[in-house]
T-cell receptor, first 116, second 113 residues
Framework: GAVVSQHPSRVICKSGTSVKIECRSL??????MFWYRQFPKQSLMLMAT?????????EQGVEKDKFLINHASLTLSTLTVTSAHPEDSSFYIC????????????FGDGTRLSIL | GDSVTQMEGPVTLSEEAFLTINCTYT??????LFWYVQYPGEGLQLLLK?????DKGSNKGFEATYRKETTSFHLEKGSVQVSDSAVYFC????????????FGQGTRLTINP
């Protein structure tokens, strides 16, 4: 089946650091990639949708300058948390799809980000 | 707006018990419906899906039928195992090309031996 690789799986860093998370579709071309944030024992909150070669579409309330998304190719999207602070600590999950609503998204294993 | 409502958890069952996790949805069009499962510390895995009314999705002993008349997509399994312990998310997707998922709040399932 379709595989999405997300890296790193865990990051611990100091406040003020910028952190980059990569999301790769390994065996298919992902027209669209999604970035989610998940708080403990809660559902996934969609942060943004990115299409290859175009600017990401951010959900209401998500800071574009804080969470930079780049979707440079059909197999790679990156999320950069700029100048991270403790309140940015969370579980971030990416997913990839082929742009058809009747087809499932394929999820990465998530990145646990801890800001000290 | 479009939304998904799942039964509140946590749900705790004994091994070999029958499982039902209720899911209902509200959508302006005709959505595709999905169940995803999340094991501790991991991302989500697709469990099953259904794309039109009366479709039945099935995988690993789990089943769910797309009921348009009741706008439901309840997840069932006849005999659960300890390894089924996880969080289960019901989701819908609408809109050709958009593929944006709307998730339910998730149901935490614990199976005791």
């Amino acid at each position: 089946g379709a595989v999405v690789s997300q890296h790193p799986s865990r990051v611990i860093c100091k406040s003020g650091t910028s952190v980059k998370i990569e999301c790769r579709s390994l065996d298919f071309q992902a027209t669209t990639m999604f970035w989610y944030r998940q708080f403990p024992k809660q559902s996934l909150m969609l942060m943004a949708t990115s299409n290859e070669g175009s600017k990401a579409t951010y959900e209401q309330g998500v800071e574009k300058d804080k969470f930079l998304i780049n979707h440079a190719s059909l197999t790679l999207s990156t999320l950069t948390v700029t100048s991270a602070h403790p309140e940015d600590s969370s579980f971030y999950i990416c997913s990839a799809g082929i742009g058809k609503s009747n087809q499932p998204q394929h999820f990465g294993d998530g990145t646990r980000l801890s800001i000290l | 707006g479009d939304s998904v409502t799942q039964m509140e958890g946590p749900v705790t069952l004994s091994e070999e018990a029958f499982l039902t996790i209720n899911c209902t949805y509200t959508a302006t069009g005709y959505p595709s419906l999905f169940w995803y499962v999340q094991y501790p510390g991991e991302g989500l895995q697709l469990l099953l899906k259904a794309t039109k009314a009366d479709d039945k999705g099935s995988n690993k002993g789990f089943e769910a039928t797309y009921r348009k008349e009741t706008t439901s997509f309840h997840l069932e399994k006849g005999s659960v195992q300890v390894s089924d312990s996880a969080v289960y998310f019901c989701a819908l997707s609408l809109g050709e090309g958009a593929q944006k998922l709307v998730f339910g709040q998730g149901t935490r399932l614990t199976i005791n031996p």
